[in-house]
């Protein structure tokens, strides 16, 4: 009995994170983040701006620890509003090398933050051919100013569309999984919009000596309602790799394509929407160099014999046409 109780004891510690944020929220000196603009604590979750003009709501970490090298955080959000298009501005994840954050102008916090931002834009302003929303993964030294007029395009390191986030009246939950590997210097996303993990993008990254964790959102003129709630961490060292690859957590390094999640995960579904010929080319192996040499030059090989065979037909042709007149002009 003894020892199940120490075992129990030891599972909560490693599962209790200082960066968690979880349900019921005690609105006391307990609760792990500070909060600050127009952010609104409940039981349940935070409601970091209401569905009106210009307001902005941030959180940020008061605990002094350190993320695990390897960890799992699963962000519960809401973003709905009355309006069924015109709806902005968004919000925000912040892993900030700071021990407080800013407020400012990129969705709530200021653009010259030191970190990684992963940020969930709703308004497109002169960004084309591109889905919205959008997540945006970035990163600064504090220097860079934030390309406001092209969504981030000059910030952006990846993205992906996050078609079906944005629910018209409706406060459904959505869920969005960031995965990350110190060693690996890699993070994964997927999201969940209608209870199916969906891959998003797979960034080869430094996320630096994280201090604090944010999360900020904002709204202009026009306005929608982003709510929080959950923060859960996991660190993923204390679970085996296969309880991490049924999470759709599998690093690589050797993975880098932006909005194509190429892990061997779909026996948990997670490439269940796309047709058999899009899932056998997602999970094809990069074939070595030496093999990607040796397929170019057959395919070399190959055309050059193909034209070949054109030109020595086109050769034989004219030398059949040339007799043949030769034996009209005799018989003439």
């Avoid at 298009?85 to 709530?108: C, H, I, V, Y």
């Avoid at 065979?309 to 002009?329: A, G, M, P, T």
């Amino acid at each position: 009995m003894v020892l199940f109780w120490l075992w129990f004891s030891f599972a909560l510690a490693i599962k209790d994170s200082p960066f968690d944020l979880l349900p019921p929220l005690q609105i006391d000196a307990s609760l792990k983040y500070e909060f600050g603009g127009s952010a609104l604590v409940s039981t349940n979750a935070i409601k970091l701006t209401g569905d009106g003009p210009d307001q902005v709501g941030y959180i940020y970490s008061t605990k002094d620890a350190e993320l695990p090298d390897q960890f799992m955080l699963d962000m519960e959000i809401s973003i709905y509003g009355q309006s069924k298009n015109l709806n902005a501005d968004g919000m925000a994840l912040w892993f900030l090398e700071s021990d407080k954050p800013t407020r400012g102008g990129m969705l709530g916090l200021s653009e010259f933050y030191k970190g990684t931002c992963l940020a969930i834009d709703t308004y497109r302003n002169g960004r084309s051919g591109r889905v919205f929303p959008r997540l945006i993964l970035m990163q600064n030294d504090g220097t860079h100013k934030y390309d406001l007029q092209n969504d981030g395009k000059a910030n952006e390191l990846a993205s992906c569309g996050l078609r079906g986030l944005y629910n018209n009246r409706k406060q459904t939950t959505s869920t969005i999984r960031i995965a990350y590997s110190k060693d690996e210097q890699q993070l994964i996303v997927l999201v969940n919009f209608r209870g199916e993990w969906e891959p998003c993008l797979t960034q080869n990254i430094k996320l630096g000596d994280v201090k604090t964790v944010a999360v900020s959102a904002a709204t202009g003129q026009l306005h929608e309602a982003h709510v929080i709630s959950k923060l859960d961490f996991t660190d993923l060292s204390q679970l085996s790799s296969e309880e991490s690859h049924l999470k759709g957590i599998k690093f690589d390094r050797r993975v880098t394509r932006n909005n194509r999640f190429a892990e061997k995960v779909s026996e948990q579904g997670l490439l269940e929407d796309y047709s058999p010929e899009v899932v056998k080319n997602l999970m094809k192996p990069r074939a070595s160099f030496a093999r990607r040499t040796f397929n170019f030059f057959i395919k070399l090989l190959a055309g050059c014999f193909v034209i070949y065979i054109l030109l020595y037909s086109r050769k034989r042709f004219q030398r059949y046409q040339q007799q043949k007149e030769d034996l009209f002009y005799k018989l003439g």
